[in-house]
């Protein structure tokens, strides 16, 4: 994807959204912020064993065996990844993206897929519609495990055909993208968006977060591992963050 000039850049990624299903903002993450956020993230999966709210072969986000772990309500983890749900670098064009009135929908989960692994997902969509933010941990490239959409599928009122599909693989679609970019990079799409994992067939994994959001009235049709914790709901102080969260003054 063509870099947005600075100039023109909320536009143009509200454009692409519409249009396309999705775009990204490289940079978002500041580089310091970047080493914390993965340094913790290696140290819970190391450990995830013993993290209560991990869960190998997830089954809403990975296919049985694909290796992948995703680690749920990392905001309640630690406070380097609730900075992610601010982040002056995307809040506003989620905010622009949402008529002003972003909620969260649910805590953010972190997914890893492992090396040399097959895609992990088939074509789908998520429904909702909801925004999603792709946190880019590692370099992105087509060959490391990559999202790919199908760009302007959103408008469609079908989901993926099952033939998209095929032996437990999804199936290279005419016209579909690789949602590639650099580690830091904030990627974002309508999760009517078709889409789907490809295979890692490098030697690292591929690292991610994920954040959703909505506006405030829409209902989260999720899972209740995905949601923060009444606990950790009520100790929100901030003003702004309690808005996020849906909170009431
Ligand atoms: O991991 C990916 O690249 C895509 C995951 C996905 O499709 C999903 O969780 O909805």
Same mark, same amino acid.
């Given at each position: 994807m063509e870099p947005v000039p600075e100039v023109h850049a909320t536009a143009l990624h509200l454009k692409r959204l519409e249009f396309t299903g999705y775009t990204l903002v490289p940079r978002a993450i500041p580089p310091t912020h970047l080493v914390r956020v993965r340094e913790r993230l290696d140290e819970l999966f190391r450990d995830h064993a013993n993290v209560p709210t991990a869960v190998e072969d997830y089954r809403r986000t990975s296919l049985p065996g694909?290796?992948?772990?995703? !680690? *749920?309500?990392?905001?309640? /983890? =630690?406070?380097?990844?609730? =900075? /992610?749900?601010? /982040?002056?670098?995307v809040l506003p064009l989620v905010q622009a993206a949402l008529g002003h009135d972003a909620t969260? +929908? +649910?805590? #953010?989960?972190? *997914?890893?897929?492992?090396?040399?692994?097959r895609a992990a997902t088939l074509w789908h969509r998520d429904g909702g519609p909801y925004l999603r933010l792709t946190y880019?941990?590692?370099?992105i490239a087509e060959? *490391?495990? #990559?999202? #790919?959409?199908?760009? #302007?599928?959103?408008?469609?009122?079908?989901p993926p055909p099952p033939w998209a599909n095929h032996d437990g693989q999804p199936r290279l679609l005419p016209g579909m993208v690789h949602a590639t970019g650099p580690a830091g990079a904030c990627l974002l799409n309508n999760t009517n968006l078709w889409h789907t994992n490809t295979p890692n067939d490098s030697d690292q994994p591929r690292r991610v !977060?994920?954040?959703l959001f909505k506006p405030s009235q829409v209902e989260f049709a999720g899972h209740d591992e995905m949601k923060s914790t009444p606990a950790y709901l009520a100790r929100q102080t901030d003003s702004g963050r309690r808005a996020l969260m849906g909170l009431v003054d």
């Amino acid at each position: 994807m063509e870099p947005v000039p600075e100039v023109h850049a909320t536009a143009l990624h509200l454009k692409r959204l519409e249009f396309t299903g999705y775009t990204l903002v490289p940079r978002a993450i500041p580089p310091t912020h970047l080493v914390r956020v993965r340094e913790r993230l290696d140290e819970l999966f190391r450990d995830h064993a013993n993290v209560p709210t991990a869960v190998e072969d997830y089954r809403r986000t990975s296919l049985p065996g694909s290796g992948s772990i995703d !680690i *749920n309500r990392l905001f309640e /983890l =630690d406070p380097v990844f609730e =900075d /992610l749900m601010d /982040l002056p670098t995307v809040l506003p064009l989620v905010q622009a993206a949402l008529g002003h009135d972003a909620t969260l +929908c +649910c805590d #953010a989960t972190d *997914n890893y897929r492992a090396p040399h692994s097959r895609a992990a997902t088939l074509w789908h969509r998520d429904g909702g519609p909801y925004l999603r933010l792709t946190y880019f941990l590692d370099d992105i490239a087509e060959h *490391n495990g #990559a999202t #790919a959409f199908l760009p #302007a599928s959103h408008l469609s009122t079908e989901p993926p055909p099952p033939w998209a599909n095929h032996d437990g693989q999804p199936r290279l679609l005419p016209g579909m993208v690789h949602a590639t970019g650099p580690a830091g990079a904030c990627l974002l799409n309508n999760t009517n968006l078709w889409h789907t994992n490809t295979p890692n067939d490098s030697d690292q994994p591929r690292r991610v !977060i994920w954040l959703l959001f909505k506006p405030s009235q829409v209902e989260f049709a999720g899972h209740d591992e995905m949601k923060s914790t009444p606990a950790y709901l009520a100790r929100q102080t901030d003003s702004g963050r309690r808005a996020l969260m849906g909170l009431v003054d």
